[in-house]
């Protein structure tokens, strides 16, 4: 996400427990969380869910953003306030969000995101970059070969 960022002349800010080898990016800075919200035009999640982040995008923090700003959550359904993220798209206190996961799969039918404006939700899509199908593929390739060779590996026993 970083290096598409950077690629559309973003500055980065970017937020790590470790913060260790800093990517090769033009405007890149590591930084702290409040101010990572505070001073983003978008907000992309990539984190775990823990019981520190469950709930990370709540109305306190979505009230740290700026007005106009938009969220991306590609990670864990339940790190976003759904509530709280329908009430700040409704209200316009941020522009817009684009979800590939919530907090619960299939969403119920008075889902609050199903129906705010500004919200894209897709189907559980973003693993499928190359890397991650290519890996997959791999995995594929090598239990058949493994079959074949009569040796099954990552088998399923009922």
Known sequence: MARIADAFGMKVLAFSRHM??????????WTDTSRL???SDVVSLHFPLTPETQGFINKESINLMKPGAFLISTSRGSLVVERDLA???????????????LSVEPPPPDSPLLTVKSCIITPR???????????????VVDNLRAFLAGRPQNTVSK
Not at 127 to 134: C, F, G, H, T, V
């Open 125 to 139: 899509i973003a693993w499928a970059i190359l890397e991650s199908r290519e890996r997959l593929m791999e995995i």
């Open 87 to 101: 009430d700040a798209l409704n209200s316009g206190r941020i522009a817009g969000a684009g979800l590939d996961v």
């Open 37 to 39: 919200i505070e001073d």
């Open 20 to 29: 260790e080898n800093p990517p090769a990016l033009r405007d890149f800075a």
